[in-house]
């Protein structure tokens, strides 16, 4: 087994993260396609990885949102760190596919 290097909490947030990605692709993505949801995007002539960045600006809104106000509702601080971090991910994901096809600049 291989050790990590780095420091122990970044593991068990990059951890956390997946665990978060399989449960919202189970209720967001379909059988066939986890990211079904932010594909759909393509359907208004949006490319995914611009429809799932403009999912990263809402977060960053509830995250400033958190920094001016001290509190959210309906979500933790951490939460919104979480999936703005999960986003920026499948964001990377989406964009080498499109740019794989072809299709992005």
């Known amino acids: 087994m291989t050790s990590l290097h780095g420091h122990p909490e970044f593991h068990k947030i990059v951890k956390e993260m ?14 066939k396609d986890p990211f079904a949801n932010l594909r759909d995007s393509s359907s208004i002539n949006i490319p995914p990885y ?10 960053v809104a509830r995250i ?3 920094i001016v106000k001290g509190s959210l509702q309906n979500e933790s ?21 499109e740019k794989k096809d072809g299709t992005s600049n």
């Open 50 to 59: 611009v429809g799932c960045f403009i999912r990263m600006m809402d977060k």
């Open 64 to 66: 400033k949102s958190f």
């Open 77 to 97: 601080f951490e939460d919104a760190l979480l999936d703005l971090a999960c986003y920026s991910v499948i964001c990377n994901i989406l964009y080498k596919e």
């Open 18 to 31: 997946s665990e978060i990605h399989s449960k919202k692709s189970h209720d967001y993505g379909s059988n």
